[in-house]
């Protein structure tokens, strides 16, 4: 081996995270999640500097299930209007959170565990976005027409949504979604760490069925399609990760 060959596998050696033997101390891991704390922050900060740039366009879609809206208070549409931009910075900075997140857990894995992350950090982001966009487009109509009905039968009632207060049901509604549509990859992870095995997956199975439809029946109207359409995503990202552990992870 040359000089140079030497030189360069040296530097190879050096560029290697600290982090990557698993023999980091308290002290360490401490430290490196105050700096992963860190830069998501940031990201989060540079996200709402890009979301402000399209405010009124992520506005009017955050609207489109109401229409017109009003505010009650002096600063309520300010105040509102920056909780939307720090939202809508969070999600813009999701891809950079999530890979800080499962990079925080790598002096856990092993090798191989390491190079999923390749492919756990995309999965995360997609399976995020799409538990959002389910919900936003497909159950928020059919949760605020549910809502909308109870007053409508009575003439001293009318529907007047305030901007502010509109807006905390739409993230308080739709944000649980996107952590649940998370499922599958933590049925995967809790299965690979030896917490679940399909034997126990499988046992849940019955429970996890039938509080789909009970969540489904909860969030929408009464109408069984819509019912459905809320249970079903669920059983199927359920069934998704426990056929993983069975069958690849071999649980």
């Not at 429970?207 to 009970?214: C, Q, R, T």
Request: hydrophobic letters at 55%.
């Amino acid at each position: 081996m040359t000089e140079q060959e030497k030189n360069s596998a040296q530097v190879e050696q050096d560029e290697v995270p600290a982090e990557d033997d698993g023999t980091m101390s308290l002290t360490a891991h401490l430290e490196e999640l105050r700096s992963r704390l860190i830069k998501s922050l940031l990201a989060v900060a540079f996200g709402s500097c890009v979301a402000y740039l399209f405010l009124d366009e992520i506005t009017n879609l955050l609207t489109l299930p109401v229409g017109k809206l009003y505010y009650m208070k002096p600063g309520e549409a300010f105040f509102t209007y920056l909780k939307i931009d720090i939202a809508a910075g969070f999600l813009i900075a999701l891809p950079i959170i999530f890979y800080h997140a499962w990079r925080f857990f790598l002096p856990a894995l092993t090798r191989s565990e390491r190079a999923a992350l390749g492919i756990l950090v995309p999965s995360s982001v997609v399976l995020f976005f799409a538990g959002l966009a389910f919900s936003f487009f497909l159950i928020l109509p059919f949760a605020l027409k549910f809502f909308m009905g109870f007053g409508q039968e009575s003439e001293n009632l009318q529907t007047l949504f305030s901007f502010g207060s509109y807006f905390e049901f739409v993230i308080l509604f739709v944000l649980p979604f996107g952590f649940v549509f998370e499922l599958p990859l933590v049925i995967i992870v809790l299965g690979k760490l030896g917490i679940l095995t399909s034997e126990k997956l499988g046992k849940y199975r019955r429970y996890v069925f039938f509080f789909s439809f009970v969540i489904g029946a909860l969030v929408t109207s009464p109408d069984v399609i819509t019912q459905i359409a809320v249970a079903i995503p669920v059983v199927l990202l359920y069934e998704v990760g426990y056929l993983v552990v069975k069958y690849i992870l071999r649980r």
